[in-house]
């Protein structure tokens, strides 16, 4: 145990001596202040949560218990030291906590916005034995990141010294900047290959501002380009360059974080008429394109009466900037109930605070549309819940012959991606699932193509930022033993 470690441990034990496990956990959970409703539901860029001030961040850490088995690291696919970071909080050493943070996430500004806590770190936190609330990890982690970005006294994660041997990655999402983050602190020269225009991937197109502004996104890249990680952007892997063409160069190991790009449908009647997008389009378009803007190149319709088709995240995250792009009557159409929803609970809230309409146990079977061939109608289907399907949900069944015609005139698409196919199609010998997914050993993330590892989406199909930078972490621990060998 190094000196630093000697001076943490030493003052968590006094802060447990401070207060009774008692006393700590009688203390309610802080609620995070938010934007006012109607404001916000009609501005584009202005984040909804406002973070914690330094007072309520001291009081959610206190109700900490510093638990000598800490079941919540059990839920952190990145492997944050929690209490050792929350500890931190309390004592009023606020940078000191976003160190600890960066010692495991290439992203804790993000991650404390966008992770679903409640389905992870926090679902395992010992408060819910004891029937109170969990302690506010999510919130906890954005106030040590955000306060390290206002201060200016940004850290630099230490790396080690250069070996010269040179790393690729495909794609700068999630998975991508997690990989590309550990691979810079083992040594690595890392290059990051972006589609793109924009360093980000999902970050940027697919999170609006107002749930994940691109400033905290770029704070994260400054930190890892401080690290020495390279970006290339414009630069599509599979088209504009070969896997062979890296091999060329010099790179030892290609991680693969391409993403899930590829829009699906329902290949229903109606689906091709104009004012039907898919929620990918929809939202890289609003998100990077700034095609809100009426003097866009290409820019994008604005509906008055918006329906979104799918209960996830991004489902939320579409129907809510219709909102805020001027939609008078915004609809969720979910062919489960709520409780199905695999979206975020606060979303959930979000939405309804917002004036979205929830019309769940319903699915579109037809679209309709006037001479000029844009969508008027859209024709659902009246569902009810039945037997649990392989997920643990009621699999939704029709009523029959019961149906209704709601007028639209625009309509986002939002059941699902499929992973992006350029990668698999260009490599020979890499294994595909019959899904588009890469084959991987889900302890390294290697392919059959020694060289090639992958993770996120192009793995899982659809996943969060944090599982997605689980994947990253693996295989970077992963690559780093195979290369050493």
Known sequence: MNIAEERAQAWREELRGSMKAKERSSIERVHMPELDATYRSHVRNEEVNLGLTPEQAVQEAKRCLDCANPT?????????????FIKNIERGEFLQAAITLKETSALPAVCGRVCPQERQCESKCIHLKMNKESVAIGHLERFAADYERISGKISVPVCAPHNGIKIAVV????????????MAKLGYEVVVFEALHEIGGVLKYGIPEFRLPNEIVDVEIHNLQAMGVHFITNCIVGKTISIQDLEDDGFKGVFVASGAGLPRFM??????????????????????????NPDSDTPV???KKVAVIGGGNTAMDSIRTARRLGAEKAMIVYRRSEQEMPARLEEVKHAKEEGIEFLTLHNPIEY????QGRVTHMMLQVMELGEPDASGRRSPV???????LVEVDEVVVSVGVSPNPLIPQ???GLEVTKWGTVVVNQETMQSAVPIIFAGGDIVRGGATV???????RKAAKAMDEWIRK
Do not use: H
Request: charged residues 20%.
């Open 466 to 472: 944090i599982l997605a930078m689980g994947d990253g």
């Open 368 to 371: 309709l549309g006037n001479e």
């Open 426 to 428: 260009s490599v020979k």
């Open 72 to 84: 919540c690291m059990e839920g952190c696919p990145v492997g944050i030291y929690i209490p050792k």
């Open 301 to 303: 319709y604005k509906g």
């Open 267 to 292: 290949d229903i009647k109606g689906e091709n008429l104009v004012g039907i997008m898919s929620s990918n389009e929809y939202l890289t378009r609003v998100n990077l394109m700034d095609a809100a």
């Open 398 to 404: 029709e009523l029959p012959g019961v149906t209704k």
């Open 171 to 182: 794609g700068s999402g999630p998975a991508g900047l997690a990989f590309a983050g550990d």
